[in-house]
Nanobody
Framework: AQDVVESGGGLVQAGESLRLSCTTP????????MGWFRQAPGKEREGVSC????????YYVDSVKGRFAISRDNAKRTLYLQMRNLKPEDTAMYYC???????????????WGRGTQVTISL
Protein backbone atom coordinates (compact mmCIF):
# COMPACT_ATOMS: atom_id res chain seq x y z
CA ALA A 1 0.00 0.00 0.00
CA GLN A 2 1.30 3.41 -0.87
CA ASP A 3 -0.63 5.49 1.73
CA VAL A 4 -1.13 8.48 -0.51
CA VAL A 5 -1.47 11.74 1.44
CA GLU A 6 -2.86 14.87 -0.19
CA SER A 7 -2.61 18.34 1.34
CA GLY A 8 -2.85 22.03 0.51
CA GLY A 9 -6.57 22.47 0.03
CA GLY A 10 -8.56 25.26 1.59
CA LEU A 11 -11.21 27.94 1.18
CA VAL A 12 -10.25 30.79 -1.15
CA GLN A 13 -12.04 33.35 -3.27
CA ALA A 14 -12.51 33.11 -6.99
CA GLY A 15 -9.41 34.24 -8.85
CA GLU A 16 -7.02 33.18 -6.12
CA SER A 17 -4.51 30.34 -6.13
CA LEU A 18 -3.72 27.15 -4.23
CA ARG A 19 -0.97 24.55 -4.50
CA LEU A 20 -1.81 20.96 -3.69
CA SER A 21 0.79 18.40 -2.67
CA CYS A 22 0.77 14.62 -2.72
CA THR A 23 3.29 12.36 -1.03
CA THR A 24 3.78 8.69 -0.21
CA PRO A 25 6.15 7.09 2.30
CA UNK A 26 7.48 4.74 -0.36
CA UNK A 27 8.58 5.34 -3.98
CA UNK A 28 5.08 5.30 -5.47
CA UNK A 29 5.16 8.99 -6.43
CA UNK A 30 8.69 8.66 -7.79
CA UNK A 31 8.39 5.66 -10.09
CA UNK A 32 4.87 6.02 -11.45
CA UNK A 33 2.97 8.20 -13.83
CA MET A 34 0.77 10.20 -11.45
CA GLY A 35 -2.57 11.92 -11.74
CA TRP A 36 -4.76 14.41 -9.94
CA PHE A 37 -8.48 13.75 -9.70
CA ARG A 38 -11.39 15.63 -8.21
CA GLN A 39 -14.89 14.83 -7.08
CA ALA A 40 -17.55 17.47 -6.60
CA PRO A 41 -20.67 16.77 -4.51
CA GLY A 42 -23.12 14.65 -6.46
CA LYS A 43 -20.70 14.06 -9.30
CA GLU A 44 -18.38 11.27 -10.32
CA ARG A 45 -14.66 11.50 -9.70
CA GLU A 46 -12.86 12.89 -12.76
CA GLY A 47 -9.27 13.09 -13.88
CA VAL A 48 -7.87 16.61 -13.96
CA SER A 49 -4.19 16.36 -14.86
CA CYS A 50 -1.40 13.83 -15.06
CA UNK A 51 2.37 13.67 -15.45
CA UNK A 52 4.61 10.86 -16.57
CA UNK A 53 7.27 9.40 -14.26
CA UNK A 54 10.05 11.49 -15.82
CA UNK A 55 8.13 14.77 -15.65
CA UNK A 56 8.54 15.34 -19.37
CA UNK A 57 4.95 14.75 -20.43
CA UNK A 58 1.79 16.21 -18.96
CA TYR A 59 -1.91 16.20 -19.74
CA TYR A 60 -4.75 18.51 -18.68
CA VAL A 61 -8.46 18.34 -19.18
CA ASP A 62 -9.86 21.30 -21.08
CA SER A 63 -11.54 22.88 -18.06
CA VAL A 64 -8.21 23.51 -16.30
CA LYS A 65 -5.85 24.15 -19.21
CA GLY A 66 -3.94 27.37 -18.78
CA ARG A 67 -4.88 27.61 -15.08
CA PHE A 68 -3.44 24.46 -13.47
CA ALA A 69 0.13 23.18 -13.62
CA ILE A 70 1.22 19.72 -12.52
CA SER A 71 4.80 19.02 -11.47
CA ARG A 72 6.83 16.59 -9.44
CA ASP A 73 9.91 16.70 -7.23
CA ASN A 74 11.16 13.13 -7.09
CA ALA A 75 13.87 14.02 -4.56
CA LYS A 76 11.07 15.06 -2.19
CA ARG A 77 8.76 12.23 -3.30
CA THR A 78 6.12 14.88 -3.90
CA LEU A 79 3.61 15.60 -6.63
CA TYR A 80 2.18 19.11 -6.97
CA LEU A 81 -0.81 20.78 -8.56
CA GLN A 82 -0.52 24.56 -8.83
CA MET A 83 -3.98 26.00 -9.33
CA ARG A 84 -4.44 29.61 -10.45
CA ASN A 85 -7.46 31.75 -11.28
CA LEU A 86 -9.67 29.36 -9.35
CA LYS A 87 -13.38 29.28 -10.11
CA PRO A 88 -16.37 28.15 -8.03
CA GLU A 89 -16.72 25.14 -10.35
CA ASP A 90 -13.29 23.95 -9.19
CA THR A 91 -14.79 23.25 -5.77
CA ALA A 92 -14.25 19.55 -5.05
CA MET A 93 -12.31 17.00 -3.06
CA TYR A 94 -8.97 16.54 -4.81
CA TYR A 95 -7.11 13.23 -4.91
CA CYS A 96 -3.86 12.01 -6.36
CA UNK A 97 -3.13 8.47 -7.49
CA UNK A 98 -0.64 6.45 -9.51
CA UNK A 99 -1.68 5.71 -13.08
CA UNK A 100 -1.02 2.91 -15.53
CA UNK A 101 -0.21 5.66 -18.02
CA UNK A 102 -0.56 9.43 -18.22
CA UNK A 103 -3.25 9.88 -20.86
CA UNK A 104 -6.87 10.98 -21.17
CA UNK A 105 -8.15 7.73 -19.64
CA UNK A 106 -6.76 8.40 -16.13
CA UNK A 107 -6.64 4.68 -15.21
CA UNK A 108 -5.84 4.49 -11.52
CA UNK A 109 -3.34 1.78 -10.62
CA UNK A 110 -3.45 2.21 -6.83
CA UNK A 111 -5.67 2.91 -3.87
CA TRP A 112 -7.18 6.28 -3.02
CA GLY A 113 -6.09 8.59 -0.23
CA ARG A 114 -8.42 10.76 1.85
CA GLY A 115 -8.11 13.73 -0.48
CA THR A 116 -7.90 17.43 0.25
CA GLN A 117 -10.91 19.75 0.05
CA VAL A 118 -10.80 22.77 -2.23
CA THR A 119 -13.61 25.29 -1.86
CA ILE A 120 -13.89 28.39 -4.01
CA SER A 121 -16.22 31.21 -3.02
CA LEU A 122 -17.44 34.09 -5.13
Amino acid sequence: AQDVVESGGGLVQAGESLRLSCTTPDLTVVINDMGWFRQAPGKEREGVSCIDYSGSRTYYVDSVKGRFAISRDNAKRTLYLQMRNLKPEDTAMYYCAPLYSCDNEFRNSGSWGRGTQVTISL
